[in-house]
């Protein structure tokens, strides 16, 4: 099996890297930034094109890697003069892993169907450190007979692998993984800030948190961060907005009440609003904190 | 070291019980259900009093453990025609484990300064079992000289214990640890709904979110009971009310922006009102859920 990589910015790049350590044939890559696809190429020994079609003939699989809704509807365009993955792409199998809405996903599967391609979904929750390793949690769906012939290169890249169902299914569910992570942030955010404000030791604070039921993953990875006020980007809080706005249209849609989602998302196009959205997500700790508030 | 009793529902009872098996002298019980210490005087070979001052003249060291701010302030009053623990208490020591307002444990601090005694709080974030095992998590605060000579008993009761402060402040942190758990809840009752709403499986998705950055320790104590409507009491919604009350007033007091802790104290206002404060805090499922709403 070849295959193509669409989008080699420092995720995309990775996981090439990754599929050429355990002997894939990564056969071409594309970026938007021309120059970026053809450092990497030169790093791997393929080649770079400039020619979405040009990808899809080369390959038979293309894993994607895109930014947003906006890029993925782009490189899989159903305008006939533009350039797309769709052209000649009957047979490809497309392994779409960026984090974009649900309904993109469907719309995508619904093009690649019409043309005889099949599209699988990969959503990660991880990052770049494990698109190296090939450590990658992935939550896949789509088109399951496809997403057992990529089975294997999934494998190669990620540690957990679940098939969670048919199209836009993984993105409903990343959506829902980074809503409730977005939620329990926030709330440590609000946490924290009052213990501070109460004179409380926010080390120990955290250790008491660690030990009792207000324990969570985000006190683990983001709670010393906001005490330090150390906010280097892992996942930007715009990231987060974003996401958690996608999570928020479904529950919209679903009639849902979401009081802690609406209050979480309006914390995070706060912090963007203020500038501080390539801020990790740990900085939402700048907006609740009184001596820091900007 | 005597110690008496004042409050045995199935904590001060488990605790007492505890200190019995350790080799305490438990010399005096008090309730304001006097069958209830009788009860557990007789199981337990000790007295029973229906009088406050006598659990002061009996014991060097009382433990208490009641159930509300007015209860604490009754126990404690200082209304000399009133009976209350204040009396003839000199040189006591007043161990006090029932879940108020900070602000409550600093008037009783005060009372008991006044008058030669000295109180300690300890706020316990575990339940009837680890009462009855000796194994509840203690959050101290308070007198610290105190502390210290009551903390033989207070490890035969936990098994974990940290001194955190002066008075209110062991109460302070058991309402952040109680605010922080409680919006943990509401936003993980927010993303099983929508996963619900949106088809999918929730005990996979329950899975793939102890996985990732979703965790938390909610997930693992209230996420099954959520999708089996499994609510039977452990710690009521009326109590994560009341103590997510405690921790916004202390936010509201330092001014600060908690708009996920005021959404959170808000559902479980709404689970009182609608007459579901007496299940326990997994219920809010039961507000979130489309096809459970009261």
Redesign the interface.
């Known amino acids: 099996m070849t295959v193509g990589m669409v989008g080699v910015g420092r995720m995309g790049a990775n996981m090439a890297r990754r599929l050429v350590d355990t002997g894939f044939a990564v056969t071409v890559l594309y970026d938007r930034d021309p120059e970026r696809a053809t450092a990497l190429a030169a790093e791997l020994g393929t080649r770079a094109t400039t020619v979405l079609r040009e990808v899809t003939a080369a390959a038979d699989a293309i894993v994607t890697v895109v930014s947003d809704d906006a890029a993925m509807e782009a490189i899989f365009s159903d305008d006939p003069h533009a350039d797309s993955l769709l052209h000649g792409s009957q047979g490809s199998i497309f392994v779409n892993c960026a984090t974009v809405s649900p309904a993109v996903h469907v719309r995508v599967d619904q093009r690649c169907t019409a043309r005889g391609a099949r599209a699988v979904e990969a959503c990660m929750?991880s990052s770049i450190t494990q698109a190296r390793d090939g450590t990658l949690?992935l939550?896949c769906g789509g088109d399951r007979a496809a997403f057992d012939v990529v089975r294997p290169m999934l494998e190669q890249l990620s540690a957990?692998l679940?098939f969670?169902?048919g199209p836009g299914?993984a993105a409903?569910?990343k959506a829902?993984?980074?809503?409730?992570?977005n939620?329990?942030t926030?709330?440590?955010a609000?946490?924290l800030?009052?213990?501070h404000?109460?004179?409380?030791?926010l080390t120990?604070?955290r250790?008491?948190?660690s030990?009792?039921?207000?324990?969570?993953?985000?006190l683990e990875?983001d709670g010393a961060d906001m005490q330090a006020r150390e906010h280097d980007v892992y996942f930007s809080a715009a990231h987060a907005a974003k996401d958690s706005g996608i999570?928020l249209a479904?529950?919209h849609a679903?009639?849902?009440?979401?009081?802690?989602?609406?209050?979480?998302k309006?914390?995070y196009d706060a912090m963007v609003a203020h500038g501080l959205g390539e801020l990790d997500k740990s900085g939402i700790a700048e907006?609740?904190f009184?001596d820091r508030r900007p």
Chains 1, 2 share one sequence.
Do not use: C, W
Not at 176 to 181: A, C, H, R
Not at 197 to 201: E, K
């Open positions: 929750a949690y939550m957990s679940h969670v169902g299914k409903e569910v829902l993984v980074n809503m409730l992570m939620i329990n926030a709330g440590l609000e946490a800030a009052l213990g404000a109460l004179g409380i030791d120990l604070l250790t008491i948190f030990q009792t039921g207000a324990n969570s993953r985000v990875t999570a479904l529950a679903a009639g849902l009440h979401v009081p802690l989602a609406e209050a979480t309006a914390q907006l609740t009184a």
